[in-house]
């Protein structure tokens, strides 16, 4: 209760201070004039500065997925458009709700932070983001950032960050509604409306997705159980227009999912468990200011925060696809024949996460931007359960301030440089820098550039006090990162190419031990996770976007990630090992036609390579490589009705992205959508 009240109070100070301004102070644009033209006529991404700044002059490695493409595309989940996304893996454990997760550059999922209007929504519990609930409607665009970016977002950024924003409404009022139906008896339905009045816009959306028919331990290994998946979600942005160029934004995101699973025996084979369901309840709330004050100053107050409660039971019985036999959940059939049983749980916490970043940039001359600020953190968990009846709340906190340059020379020359101090209630401080650079040759459309960071990683709260298994004295991960590249447009920017290299390395990583460990507390009996895992990755990125003729678009990616554990005193696995979970070779090609303006067609083709699923290397544990065709399609009858089609694994490839988990098999879906 103290620290939620410390944080408004918080957050009423700066409002007053900052708002103060409004009516005193002329307000001009903070870009340069030049520049300004430069905005609004080509793509501009906010991720890589935190400030909006031109793709031709980005000295990172980004890519932007729109919301137009989810849509033309008929992509229902965040999750699927991650899929296809350059150097990226992403995963699910099952089906429709199951976890979904994303990786970068060889990281681990609790490496990639996920933001969505501003909110931080990475598990204060488990360090990643599960997408199994994030579906993709009232999506502006998505913003990939890859590369360890700690100096500008502090913890969780190791590998990448991934920025999603929602709809601004735009133009005159308008609507839609829809309705799908497909394989799985999957019901999908939602609507949606946005539009400008006077100085307000908005957008706002509503949809619900219902299967039944969708096993998640893979049915090809003997799964009989049909697993079921029902979700709600509510998206909303409303904006202000202020005077002298100012801007109140508030975003809500909300979501409430329940979802059956399956799981394993205590041997641990695979098991079809009967009954076994969690909950998934999230609600995400922020709002911005944004402010110029002179010519050459501006202002943005973001405050946010989410608020997630999840619960789950593992049900009673199931059977063992290894041996056919039937199992169950009382622990005293297990001994001392381990396939027969599994070991029962439950589990609810709840999360809250709440942040406050105070941004200002000064325009210096024409050639400077300095972008400086403060960002208070805190993450909330409570699960009684997990953490000790005696002490069921845990919070971690921090205070943090940065400062970053950005230098414009001629239009040709660019760099970056900043640096970030935070200060952690738990952990003590932690200081991270970056610096990039780039050149564009714009008389033959070329730009090199490179950059070189420094990341760390907070443990979690399951990492520092799970019941029994918690280790207080973990420190944060850390990491080196570097690349460089080069991106080449080709006639008249109707061919793009991209080229580049990637090294990482980190240290300190937190694993659980697996025999007794003296660093570890006494009450754990000496297991529980400590700082000693070290790995290092590298790899090449490859991408390519064409217009072929008018109306025929076709785009691919190559990533070959390469991982290695290295061997450390404590911890003997690593040397010659490759990282669990990463495959060497990923790739996808996307097919956009338009033979005539009301009918659109998309093929895309992905393909991963063959990886293991522990950091053993286990043979009985290695998955071989897959390749899986989507194909979809619209039609607009009229002005107002739409109708869409979409086949999911068209060619009815068998394959596993987690192992012993299931996968579609050939799946049909059609609809229509109604716009008013």
């Known amino acids: 209760m103290w620290s939620s009240a410390l944080f408004l109070i918080r957050a009423s100070f700066i409002l007053l201070v900052v708002l103060a301004p409004i009516d005193i102070v002329s307000a001009q644009d903070l870009a340069m004039a030049d520049q300004q033209e430069e905005i609004e006529t080509r793509e501009v991404v906010v991720s890589a500065t935190k400030t909006p700044v031109p793709v031709t002059q980005v000295t990172s490695a980004i890519q932007v997925i729109s919301g137009e493409e989810l849509e033309r595309k008929k992509i229902k989940t965040v999750i699927d458009a991650l899929r296809l996304a350059d150097g990226v893996f992403a995963s699910s454990s099952g089906g429709p709700g199951t976890e979904a997760t994303v990786k970068m550059r060889g990281a681990f999922s609790k490496h990639t932070l996920v933001l969505i209007d501003g909110v931080i929504v990475n598990s204060a519990m488990t360090g990643s983001y599960d997408f199994s609930n994030l579906t993709s409607d009232n999506i502006e665009r998505i913003e990939i950032l890859r590369g360890a970016q700690s100096m500008l977002y502090g913890s969780d950024a190791i590998g990448g960050v991934i920025n999603i924003y929602t709809k601004k409404g735009a133009g005159k009022p308008t609507a839609n509604a829809f309705m799908e139906y497909g394989s799985y008896a999957s019901i999908r339905e939602g609507t949606q409306a946005s539009g400008v009045k006077g100085p307000f816009d908005y957008s706002a959306s509503l949809n619900r997705w219902d299967t039944s028919s969708f096993s998640a331990i893979n049915y090809r290994r003997g799964a009989s159980e049909r697993d079921g998946f029902h979700n709600w979600n509510a998206s909303g942005k409303l904006g202000v227009s202020l005077p002298k160029e100012g801007r109140l934004e508030f975003n809500l995101r909300w979501y409430n999912s329940n979802t059956n699973f399956d799981g394993f025996a205590d041997s641990g084979a695979p098991a079809d468990i009967y009954g076994a369901k969690q909950k998934n309840r999230n609600l995400i709330l922020s709002g911005t200011y944004e402010q110029p004050i002179t010519n050459w100053w501006s202002q943005k107050l973001t405050l946010a925060r989410g608020n997630e409660h999840y619960s789950a039971v593992s049900g009673t019985a199931g059977v063992n696809l290894n041996t056919g036999g039937f199992i169950t959940a009382n622990p005293a059939s297990c001994f001392p024949n381990f396939d027969t049983c599994f070991t029962p749980f439950t589990s609810d916490f709840s999360i809250i996460n709440q942040r406050l970043e105070w941004q200002h940039n000064f325009k210096i001359g024409k050639p400077l931007l300095i972008t400086a600020g403060y960002q208070f953190r805190q993450d909330l968990g409570d699960s009684s359960g997990n953490f000790g009846a005696a002490q069921p709340n845990r919070l971690i906190s921090s205070n943090a301030g940065f400062a970053q340059a950005q230098v414009n020379l001629w239009d040709r020359l660019f760099m970056t440089g900043g640096f970030r101090q935070d200060s952690y209630n738990i952990f003590g401080d932690a200081t991270t820098y970056r610096v990039t650079g780039g050149y564009l040759i714009r008389e033959t459309g070329t730009k090199l550039r490179a950059s070189y960071g420094t990341g760390f990683k907070v443990p979690t709260l399951n990492d520092l006090f799970f019941q ?14 570097m690349d460089a590249g080069i991106d080449q447009t080709l006639f008249g920017g109707r061919v793009q190419l991209n080229a580049g290299y990637f090294w990482n390395r980190f240290r300190d990583l937190v694993q659980f031990a697996s025999s007794f460990t003296p660093q570890c507390p006494s009450s754990s009996f000496g297991f529980c996770p400590i700082n000693v895992g070290e790995a290092r990755t590298q790899g090449w990125e490859f991408g390519f976007k064409a217009t072929i003729v008018q109306g025929l678009d076709v785009r691919g990616q190559y990533t070959m990630t390469m991982t290695r554990a290295f061997d450390t005193p404590a911890n003997p696995l690593g ?102």
């Open 468 to 481: 029994g298994f918690g280790n207080p004295n973990l420190k944060p991960e850390k990491s080196q990162s």
């Open 575 to 676: 040397g010659d090992k490759r990282l669990p979970r990463w495959p060497l070779d990923q790739a996808t090609l996307g097919l956009t036609y338009q033979p005539i303006e009301s009918v659109r067609i998309n093929v895309d083709y992905r393909f991963v390579g063959a990886r293991n699923n522990n950091l053993a290397n286990s043979p009985d544990q290695r998955q071989g490589s897959f390749g899986v065709v989507n194909v979809s399609g619209t039609y607009d009858v009229s002005k107002n009705w739409q109708a869409f089609g979409r086949v999911d694994n068209l060619l009815n490839q068998k394959y596993e992205e987690i192992l012993y988990f299931g996968t579609p098999i050939r799946s049909v879906y059609g609809g229509m959508k109604y716009s008013f």
